[in-house]
Structure formats: C-alpha cells, structure tokens
C-alpha cells in the first residue's frame, strides 16, 4: 500500500511516525516544501534569537519513511502532482498542508518559517530605540510581541489588534496584558487599515483610529487562512477553504484522503498544534484501519488548554473545559513558563514518536 503525508508539520509527521507502527509495510512518502519539521509553537523565539525552530525531517522521521522535498500543486485521482510537474500514485492520502496568512503589504508574517526567517534578520538589524509594531492580538502576537520585547528591551514594541486574548478568562486576559506591561509592550486595542511600506519590514501603520505609527518592522501575527490546495483539486470544502471531513476524517467524497490539522473543516476545533497531533493520531489510524477493512473509533475533539508565553519566564495557562471554553483558574508566572515548556518539548517528542503527547488530547 502507497501512502502520501501532504506536509510535515505536527499533524503529518506524528501520522507519518505512526503509520510505520499501525500499518507495517505501508510505503510511507513524505512530501514537504521544505527539508524541516518546523515548531510553530517556537517561531516567535526563533525571531527572537531565543531558540531555535528547525529540526531536519532526517531526525524526526522514523526508518524507512520515505521524503520528498516539493510542494503539492493538486491532488489527482489516487495521485498527487508536485510543483515539479511529477506525479505520485497513491492508495491512501494523509492532507495536512496547515494554515497560511494573508499579510497586508509591507508586513512581515511571522507564521511561516519564511517569514520567521525575514523577521529575525531584520530585528537582528536594528538599532536601540528602534519601533517594533505587532499586528494580531491573538496569542501568536501576544507571544511574539513578549518575545521580542524580552530579548530586545532596547527597543520600542507595540502589540495593535482587537479581541485581545479572547480564548481565555478575563482574569486571565488581565494577567497577560500586565505581563506585557512588565515588558514595557504597548497594547493598542485597534485595526490596521493599511501599511506605507518604506522597505525590509519598516513603514507606516495607519490605524482604523486615525493614528499613524512609524515603524522600523511591522510583524503580522494574524493566522486563519489555509492553503487552496483542497478546493483547487475539487474537494468538498467550507467557506473558509477547509476540506469537508466525516467522524474518521475521511473528505467528504473521497474516503481515500484522510484530512488533519488546520486544513480539515472540524465543528468545535481551533488551529493549534492541540489540534494538529491528536487529529493526526486519528488520521494514521483511521488510514491504518481502512488498510485492513475497517474503521477506528470516531475522532472527538477535546481540549485542555490555552497557553501563552511571555518571555522565557513568564507565561499564563488558561486551562479549559473539553470544548475549549476557559476554567475559572489559571496558572501564571515562571511556573507557567517552564510548564508551557514542558508542554512545547512533549508536543515534538509526540510527533517524533507517533504515541502522543502527555496532557494533550487524543494521547495514547
């Protein structure tokens, strides 16, 4: 049996690591733009100079795992064609190409590895008292406008967007922008309407307000797109671009394509990489089933909680309730910061391994 993992992210190398124990002598190929298996839950330290977000895919992928370097152009009839032009024939197909940005021009995103990349030889750059506007106040701007400042104090950092920390309490919410405060991070509850750009990442932020803000790098930390990878090659697919998937995660019209991550359409699911491994646990299973003619146990999402970090020592966790709704309490400070550590460390041993990570859903 032919199998194909359509990226390399959380989703698609914890399926992939999986397979070769759940379906022994399936031939596994993964295809992926790039030669890494990047932690997005690290790229605000990889901006920073804090840590480091790569690992190669040679490390992270088990024996006998099979890897292309290209991108998936389209998705064929039981085949698959790269941007190369070259065909792959597959039995089963596990789709988990993740979530995109759509930046405004004259931003630098800093969801992708790409991006991440560009913002930190530009911060690398730039001199003491230099401005640092963060557009998105979900917890991807927050992290990295806190990182940032933690590493860089020398330096102007603005955090600009609306529904600041929305998926946690307000308690919690509170604890986190008197976080920033401590970092001297300047919280603006506005839109951006438009960039002036002046070139590497510097321009002008105008806001919906009025206000105009000169900026030596504007960071744009707003994720909620997905590649059109799935609708381009006639999947059944939301409005928002996601494959239409059953209780296996099967798409909807093709139960040869196993959907997982940020680009399979689950009622009651948010992008995270909480989402992305128990999603590719169930992906690997129901595939490794299907192999041998039958069918797992449904796919059910649960949560556990939202965890933000504020620098290397300091952080809020907002445990939740099974369908991410916010508990009432929250750990916070340097033991929410080595326990979100300790949570980032276990969700890449889960997807080097294939057997799921401790505290996260669908662990096994």
């Not at 359509?6 to 759940?22: D, E, F, P, V």
């Not at 992708?112 to 560009?118: F, H, L, S, V, Y």
């Not at 196993?258 to 399979?264: H, P, R, T």
Request: hydrophobic share 40%.
């Amino acid at each position: 049996m032919k199998v194909i993992v359509a990226g390399a992210g959380y989703a698609g190398t914890l399926a992939a690591n999986r397979l070769t124990k759940k379906a022994p002598g399936a031939e596994i190929t993964v295809v992926n733009p790039r030669p890494d298996f990047v932690e997005r839950v690290r790229l605000h330290q990889q901006i920073a100079g804090t840590g480091r977000a790569a690992t190669p895919l040679a490390e992270m992928l088990r024996d006998g795992i099979r890897t292309r370097q290209a991108t998936v152009e389209k998705i064929g009839d039981g085949c698959v064609v790269l941007d190369g032009g070259e065909t792959l024939d597959f039995d089963y197909l596990v789709l988990a190409v993740g979530s995109t940005l759509s930046p405004l021009p004259g931003t630098v995103p800093v969801g992708t590895w790409e991006g991440a990349e560009q913002a930190r030889a530009a911060l690398a750059g730039l001199p003491a008292d230099a401005a640092v506007t963060v557009v998105g106040a979900g917890p991807t701007g927050i992290e990295t406008a806190a990182e940032v400042a933690h590493a860089r104090p020398d330096l102007t950092v603005r955090l600009v967007g609306r529904d600041f920390a929305a998926s946690i309490s307000e308690k919690a919410r509170r604890r986190v922008r008197t976080g920033l405060e401590r970092l001297n991070v300047t919280v603006l509850d506005d839109v951006v309407t438009e960039v002036r750009d002046a070139g590497e990442g510097a321009g002008e932020v105008r806001l919906e307000s009025g206000e105009r803000l000169a900026s030596d790098l504007v960071l744009w930390a707003v994720i909620g797109g997905v590649p059109d990878l799935a609708a381009r090659s006639g999947l059944k697919v939301d409005e928002r671009g996601r494959a239409l998937v059953d209780e296996y995660l099967r798409s909807v019209g093709d139960p040869r394509i196993v959907v997982a991550g940020d680009c399979a359409a689950v009622p009651g699911s948010r992008m995270s990489c909480q989402t992305a491994e128990p999603q590719g646990a169930q992906a690997a299973d129901t595939v490794a089933w299907m192999i041998r003619g039958g069918l797992p146990k449904p796919y059910s999402v649960e949560y556990v909680a939202t965890c933000i970090s504020l620098g290397r020592r300091d952080g809020v966790i907002q445990p939740s309730h099974r369908d991410d709704s916010p508990r009432r309490r929250f750990l916070a400070g340097r033991a929410a910061a080595m326990t979100k550590e300790g949570i980032v460390r276990s969700a890449r041993f889960s997807a080097r391994t294939g057997i799921g990570a401790t505290g996260l859903p669908g662990s096994k």
